[in-house]
C-alpha cells in the first residue's frame, strides 16, 4: 500500500501560523522586560505549574520521538528505562544543588558564576566549552528532529523545515527573552500531557500478550532481563544523558526563575516523574508497534 503524505503546503502554512503566533507573543512580552536579569531568568516569580511545564517542556523536545523508540529497537527495555531514568536524573540532581546554589546566589543568573567563585577561572573556561558544546549538540539535535518528523509525515525538505525553524525560535525568542519560553512551554507541556494519556489508552487498549510472545520466542534480547547489553545500554543512555543537562544552561535559568525554594523543588520531583513516564511510554509504545507489525513474520532480530 502506497504511503498517504500530507501535503508540503499544509504542513508549511501550519508551522508559519504556529511561528508567527509565538512572535506575536514576543513582541508583546517584550513590552515587559526592564532590564537584563529580567531577560534572562524573568521575575523570579514562577509558581508550581509554570515551572513544572517548562521544565518537562523543555526536557522534552522532538527529539525524544525518536529516542526512546530507537533505544527501543536494539536495546530493549533495558536502554528504554535507562533512557527515561537518565533524562529525568537532571531533575533529581537539581532538586540537590539548585536551592544551595540559590542561597549562595540569591539574585543569581547562571550555573557559571557559582562555578567561577568556587572553582575559579580555569573550571569556568572548561565549563563553558562543556556548556556551548552540549547546547551546540543539543541545538542540533531538536532541528534535525523536527526536520525528520516533518519530512516523514509530508516530505518537506529538511534544509527548508530546519531554516524556518531557526528563523522563527531566534525571532521570538530574542524579543520575548526567557519569560516567554516559560509562556510557550506551557503550549508545550499541555500537548505532551495529551500525549501522555493518548499513549497510555493505545497501550492499553492495543497490547496483546500473543504479540509479547511473538517477539520473546524471536527477538528475545528486547524483553530478556539477563541480556548484559540491555543494561550496558540503559546505563550509558542514563550517564550521557543525565550529565550533559547538569550543564543545561536552560535548566538552571528555570532554577533561578522559581519564586522560592519550595515551589522548585515541588516544580523538579513532578517534572521528573512526567519525563520518565513519558519516555517510558514512548518506548513501551514503539515495543507494541513491533509487536504487531512483525506478527506475520516467523522470525526477526534486531541482534
Known amino acids: ?31 515587559k522586560i526592564t532590564n537584563n536579569r529580567n531577560y534572562i531568568v524573568g521575575n523570579r516569580d514562577e509558581k508550581t505549574f509554570s515551572l513544572t511545564a517548562s521544565l518537562t517542556a523543555s526536557a522534552l523536545g522532538a527529539w525524544v520521538l525518536f529516542g526512546p523508540a530507537s533505544a527501543a529497537t536494539w536495546g530493549g527495555i533495558g536502554a528504554v528505562i535507562g533512557y527515561a531514568l537518565g533524562t529525568a536524573a537532571p531533575m533529581l540532581l537539581l532538586y540537590n544543588f539548585g536551592p544551595k546554589i540559590r542561597k549562595e546566589f540569591p539574585n543569581g543568573l547562571t550555573l557559571t558564576q557559582f562555578i ?14 562543556l556548556i ?5 549538540i543539543f541545538l542540533i539535535a531538536e532541528v534535525t528532529a523536527i526536520a525528520s518528523l516533518l519530512n516523514f509525515i509530508s516530505q518537506v525538505p529538511l534544509w527548508i523545515t530546519a531554516g524556518i525553524t531557526l528563523i522563527i525560535c531566534l525571532l521570538y525568542i530574542l524579543k520575548g527573552g526567557f519569560k516567554l519560553s516559560i509562556i510557550t512551554d506551557k503550549y508545550q507541556f499541555i500537548f505532551v500531557v495529551l500525549i501522555i494519556l493518548a499513549s497510555v489508552f493505545l497501550i492499553l487498549t492495543n497490547i496483546e500478550s500473543s504479540s509479547y510472545e511473538l517477539i520473546k520466542k524471536n527477538s528475545t534480547n528486547l524483553v530478556d532481563k539477563n541480556y548484559l547489553p540491555n543494561y550496558t545500554a540503559g ?15 536552560g535548566n538552571w535559568q528555570r532554577v533561578f526563575s522559581a519564586k522560592n525554594n519550595l515551589i522548585l523543588k515541588s516544580s523538579l520531583i513532578y517534572s521528573s516523574i512526567l519525563i520518565f513516564f513519558y519516555c517510558v511510554l514512548d518506548g513501551l ?13 516467523t522470525r526477526f532480530s534486531f541482534f
Do not use: D, P
Not at 508540503?8 to 508567527?20: A, E, M, N, P, Y
Not at 556551548?132 to 551546540?136: G, K
Open 132 to 136: 556551548l558544546f552540549y547546547l551546540t
Open 1 to 31: 500500500m502506497e504511503k498517504t503524505y500530507i501535503s508540503i503546503q499544509s504542513s508549511l502554512t501550519v508551522i508559519i501560523i504556529v511561528g508567527l503566533f509565538f512572535i506575536g507573543l514576543g513582541y508583546l512580552n517584550s513590552k
Open 285 to 297: 509504545f514503539w515495543l507494541n508497534i513491533i509487536f504487531n507489525k512483525f506478527k506475520s513474520h
Open 116 to 129: 567561577r567563585k568556587r572553582f575559579g577561572l580555569g573550571m569556568l573556561k572548561i565549563s563553558l566549552f
Open 235 to 249: 546505563l550509558t543512555f542514563f550517564i550521557a544523558v543525565a550529565a550533559t543537562n547538569l550543564f543545561h544552561q
